[in-house]
């Protein structure tokens, strides 16, 4: 799905939302979880996929990315990098010459063209050769596979471990988590002895979807995020870069653990 | 949970708004290479290769000189999973397995390393136009900015262009005189450095005082015998060589041999790691001294009348009065030379000790053994000739070994033997095809790498400086043409397209980087941040031969015996493209007729190359087609947009292509075997030599005339010691009393592979001392030491080691310099961060010819696979 398509699909479903319908929370679904790691993902998503834009930055600038992104469990240990990471975002709206600085040190962290000094793949951390395109590589391409999904690039276009193709992998699963457990909720709501099948359908659905990205964060992101946390901080001399990563290894940390609790739950 | 509703659907709607904001914002180019993962239908997600993967032959791309040894390359699901070596020929006596060496085993590392560049880069606070907005002062410390291939081949067409327009061709240098350089001629011209570079000074005077045609017979192939032959071999003096690091796989020729009964003597400053392996004896000699030592023995030789007179007479001139070539009658004999008689100084054993730093018991014991051992193998490595005034060493070496009369017969050969003919010399068995694409001569410099076409001294059409003076002549803007003396030179752009790494390979790095900073526009194409694209403001990343179907790295025929043949492993990674592409694309912006200047692929270069590839018939003489090519193949090759026409061949050609190797087979008493002048020693006057004299010209007038013309150094007609710039005479006067050799490194072939992580750490850019140097020094194994002279200072860990002549420290050429901008200091240890301008001979590079100053360092340095690409330490789980 490319960018403009995602976008409409997500307009639609913030007019769902927008009818004013009040949406009941119980044990089922914790919608402030579901909604904040959507959005959570999502950013973390877009700040490692390329260098910082002068419109993401309004955007990143003009709300308050805690309330955005952290829910309950993920606000004691994510609050401070969150708020240094806004902060450094915020900076660069009215700084030109800033936000250039913080595009050129996404070039020298994650790009080149010398040898990135914080290689974003998962390779770098945990392919026994340290090659990308090799064993790790392989492994991610093939558990997107087997969830149905493949990076929209030419094969070799990118490594399929790349930080930012690991975070669409959970923006889009916990977005799809989160469009899930609306609709059951809806269908709960409206009528549901005609929509049985649909709501265990759903429900299902929603099952697989949280049970991969459980795994995914297990043996993929999860096992390799500290680290390159780790790395960013010793190697970035930005506050936006270095609050990034403490954020990511922070929040996927949380995240991971809420997930286990919702499994062992059900 | 109890919450709030109304909480909850306000927060909601905020956070639907933050996903769709955060997904929208504008993206101007994805830094990750993709946008993002898609659903696929489930049918797609089958992955299309068996469990096991498939092997593929792939090329090993480094120019070690070795000649292509077989690699091979497990790919699974379009991933490399890994690589072996020869599996595909039994191991035997006559024909030894071509197996892969560490560079090219470990070549897995490299492709897929992480400091692969990947996007068209562009320089941040470059801007085209010349002048103040190219900030040339921040070349080498700028910050980069992605580009689309469009901006970046746009920017440099246009730059080119306007340079081009408005200085001329000769503003533009072409770094120096590799490659092919088409894209250079087609836009009409570009200064490229030229110079004997790795060969030293053989390649000028093998051809004058041999008539062996130096590249046709590729790099002295033609002047020593085939690998069985040196297994005839009594004795086998090696002068200056090491396989072992620089043609691994030609190494074991010389065991064999070794085995077979020889004795092996090694002449060499350092106990290398072949010495170690074959030799019976290792003579330690100063560096640049060798004719020196030379000299005496052939006067120990004279002294005790040991030289084999009847060949002398027969086969040479210049080397008594009685034996001058015509014309030159009464000029200077070499015997009356060695003996003192026009300046007083006999060349005994014990004038030459002093310099050379051998003792004199061992040169009288040395000339007494080669003179009287027979059949003997006399051979030289280049390194003794990558020396000031390096003609000189070549004439001695030859001289001395016609003494011994060892020519032209089984066992017995005096030549040079290096790169892909270390110890198997003779023509070709495979000849490669041509590409086919059409030539776009250089109408500025038309003169090429090596002394092969090297600018004859005397014309006036040519230009561009030599390698040595490259740097300087763009700061300065003068360089030395010859008998014109002193040119002018106006440097504006410097390009490095398909000419490897001249700023880290040529001589004066440092003065390098202020040519580099000094011009308005630098581009540079590569597959890796190496020197010469740090200091670029346009970078353009290549797809390496692994991920082309074909290229010159991917087939070649190198070593005479073996043909190779190697396919595309993986799809090209991120946004590379190969070198044609990339040269078309910018000939294209810069008015050349793009089908005329590519009229056909890459793959079919590839095709055309190798169905013009002969192989040798079972009578050593005549040639036929290696790859057979039928209709159904045709059909096959027309997939890929190949065309072709039949031909009956060796081998049907895809089954050529799958096997990715051919390998003539040698046996002891076959027709392929070669003994070097064997024509001319069988029947002189039947077979001339093609010199002027048709002998072997010990006094070699022509040799003199060409390199005296080039301006920088006399040369006599015979063998003289003239004290070099730069060695020991200037080591035991100055600032710098340490001669500094740099040898080709195992870590790397060149400067290629100095970023492999597995060499990095296997072969640290380590600094070889002498044990008494060190201690006079204060210096311990591996302490930081930081090696210094007037044009640069490096900083490393010592290796302290008896394996070193005293006096001598070592450093393996290529790494990839890294200056510190505060201190000057060069922490990566490029030899030619040490190395000045001075050119000698014929465009001679005197990379063994230095001094230096050690002195123990406080600074601290990681060891080199702790640095880029650093290794990490293992996740704990």
């Not at chain 1, 770098?124 to 064993?135: A, I, K, M």
């Not at chain 2, 005034?389 to 004439?395: H, I």
Request: aromatic share 10%; with cysteine.
């Amino acid at each position: 799905m490319g960018d403009s398509e995602l976008c409409l699909a997500m307009d639609s479903i913030a007019g769902e939302f927008g009818s004013g319908k009040p949406i009941e929370s119980d044990d089922e679904f914790d919608f402030d979880w579901l909604s904040a790691r959507a959005c959570g993902y999502r950013l973390l998503q877009r700040l490692f996929f390329c260098e910082l834009g002068q419109e993401f930055a309004d955007v990143v600038a003009s709300v308050d990315a805690s309330k955005e992104i952290l829910f309950e469990e993920a606000k004691a240990s994510c609050g401070q990098a969150c708020v240094g990471l806004q902060e450094a975002i915020a900076a660069c709206v009215s700084n030109r010459d800033l936000l250039d600085k913080e595009r050129s040190e996404f070039m020298r962290l994650f790009v080149g063209p010398l040898a990135p000094a914080a290689p974003p793949w998962e390779s770098y951390f945990r392919d026994p050769d340290q090659v990308l395109f090799g064993e790790v590589t392989l492994s991610v391409r093939e558990f997107y596979r087997a969830c149905g999904l493949a990076h929209d690039g030419r094969l070799n276009e990118e490594a399929d471990d790349h930080i930012s193709l690991e975070l669409d992998f959970m923006a889009r699963r916990s977005q799809e988590c989160l469009d899930l457990a609306e609709r059951i909720k809806k269908a709960e709501l409206e009528c549901f002895s005609s929509n049985e099948c649909n709501v265990s359908c759903l429900s299902n659905r929603m099952h697989t979807l949280m049970d991969e990205q459980i795994r995914f964060a297990a043996e993929h992101l999860a096992a390799w995020i500290g680290d390159f946390s780790e790395l960013l901080k010793r190697e970035s001399r930005s506050h936006l870069y270095r609050n990034l990563g403490a954020l990511a290894a922070a929040y996927i940390r949380c995240d991971m653990a809420k997930m286990k609790r919702w499994k062992e739950d059900e | 949970m109890n919450k709030n509703h109304e909480h909850y659907q306000g927060a909601l709607v905020s956070r639907r708004r933050f996903l769709r904001a955060t997904t929208a914002a504008g993206v101007a180019v994805a830094a990750c290479g993709v946008t993002g993962l898609h659903d696929i239908a489930v049918a797609d997600g089958k992955s299309t290769d068996s469990e096991e993967g498939t092997w593929i032959p792939a090329s090993c791309t480094c120019v070690c000189g070795s000649g292509r040894c077989v690699n091979k390359v497990l790919v699974k699901d379009g991933t490399i999973i890994r690589q072996k070596t020869d599996e595909m020929f039994e191991d035997t006596e006559w024909a030894p397995q071509l197996r892969g060496c560490i560079r090219g085993r470990s070549q897995r590392k490299s492709v897929l390393g992480v400091d692969r560049l990947r996007y068209p880069m562009k320089r941040k606070n470059w801007q085209p136009g010349g002048g103040e907005s190219s900030h040339g002062e921040l070349r080498g410390v700028d910050e980069w900015e992605r580009i689309t291939w469009d901006e970046a081949l746009d920017l440099t067409a246009s730059e080119l262009n306007r340079i081009r327009e408005q200085y001329g061709n000769d503003a533009i240098c072409g770094g120096w005189a590799f490659g092919p350089a088409r894209l250079l001629g087609a836009i009409g011209g570009a200064v490229r450095a030229w110079g004997s570079v790795s060969l030293g000074a053989w390649a000028g005077v093998l051809d004058p005082m041999t008539g062996t045609p130096y590249m046709t017979m590729y790099n002295g192939a033609g002047s020593i015998n085939d690998r069985l032959n040196f297994r005839k071999a009594k004795l086998i003096v090696i002068w200056g060589a090491n396989p072992a690091w620089s043609a691994a796989a030609n190494a074991i020729h010389v065991l064999k041999a070794k085995q077979a009964g020889a004795k092996i003597i090694v002449v060499d400053p350092m106990c290398s790691d072949s010495a170690i392996a074959y030799a019976d004896q290792w003579i330690s000699i100063r560096p640049s001294t060798d004719t020196a030592m030379l000299l005496a023995v052939a006067y120990h030789m004279i002294e005790n009348n040991l030289q084999d007179q009847d060949f002398l007479d027969s086969y040479c001139v210049g080397f008594d009065s009685d034996h001058m070539p015509e014309g030159h009658e009464g000029e200077e004999n070499f015997k009356d030379y060695v003996l003192g008689t026009y300046d007083n100084t006999p060349k005994t054993p014990d004038w030459a000790s002093e310099i050379c730093g051998v003792d004199a018991a061992v040169i009288k014991a040395l000339a007494e053994e080669i003179a009287t051992t027979k059949p003997m193998s006399f051979v030289s490595g280049y390194a003794p000739a990558r020396t000031y005034g390096g003609e000189q060493y070549c004439q001695a070496f030859l001289t001395v070994g016609w003494m011994t009369g060892n020519v032209g017969k089984a066992g017995a050969c005096v030549g040079v033997s290096s790169n892909t003919n270390a110890f198997n010399g003779g023509p070709m068995l495979i000849q490669q095809g041509a590409d086919g694409l059409p030539a776009f001569p250089n109408a500025v410099q038309p003169y090429a790498y090596a002394v092969k076409t090297a600018p004859p001294a005397e014309d006036t059409n040519w230009h561009g400086p030599v390698a040595d003076e490259m740097w300087e002549s763009v700061v300065s803007g003068k360089y030395t043409a010859g008998t014109r003396g002193e040119q002018p030179i106006k440097i504006k752009a410097i390009t490095h397209f398909n000419t490897g790494n001249p700023l880290n390979q040529m001589p004066n790095l440092n003065k390098g980087i202020e040519a580099h900073r000094a011009v308005d526009f630098v581009v540079a194409v590569d597959y890796f941040p190496s020197t010469s694209v740090r200091y670029a403001d346009i970078i353009l990343p290549l797809s390496h031969p692994w991920e082309q179907w074909g290229s010159f790295a991917g087939i070649n025929v190198l070593n005479r015996e073996n043909f190779s043949w190697g396919s595309r492993v993986i799809e090209p990674l991120y946004e590379t493209h190969d070198d044609l592409w990339i040269e078309t694309e910018v000939a294209r912006r810069m008015g050349v007729d793009a089908q005329s200047f590519a009229p056909f692929s890459s793959e079919q270069c590839v095709f055309n190359t190798v169905v013009g590839t002969k192989v040798v018939k079972e009578d050593g003489v005549t040639y036929e087609n290696l790859a057979q090519v039928t209709e159904d193949d045709l059909e096959e090759f027309a997939k890929l947009g190949i065309t072709g026409t039949p031909q009956d061949g060796r081998v049907p050609i895809l089954e050529l292509k799958q096997q990715g190797v051919y390998r003539v087979e040698r046996s002891e008493n076959d027709n392929f075997g070669y003994i070097a002048y064997k024509d001319f020693v069988d029947d002189p006057e039947a077979n001339p030599l093609n010199t002027e004299s048709g002998k072997f010209e010990i006094c070699c007038p022509a040799l003199s005339l060409k390199t005296t013309a080039y301006g920088w150094t006399e040369l006599p007609a015979i063998p003289k010691y003239q004290v070099p710039k730069r060695g020991y005479e200037e080591s035991k006067e100055g600032d710098y009393p340490l001669q500094l050799i740099t040898p080709h490194y195992m870590r790397r072939a060149h400067s290629i592979y100095d970023n492999n992580p597995w060499l990095r750490e296997a072969f640290p850019q380590e600094l070889f001392i002498n044990a008494d140097d060190a201690a006079a020094r204060g210096i311990e194994d591996g302490d930081v030491v930081e090696c210094f002279n007037e044009f640069g200072r490096v900083l490393r860990h010592a290796t302290v080691t008896q394996r070193l002549h005293p006096g001598v420290v070592a450093m393996g050429e290529g790494a990839w310099a890294r200056i510190d901008e505060e201190t000057g200091l060069d922490v990566a240890g490029a030899t030619n961060s040490l190395q000045g301008c001075f050119p000698s001979g014929q465009g001679t590079q005197c990379w063994n010819t230095n001094v230096v100053q050690v002195e123990k360092s406080n600074r601290s340095l990681d060891e080199d696979y702790l640095v880029e690409p650093r290794v990490i330490e293992e996740t704990k789980e």
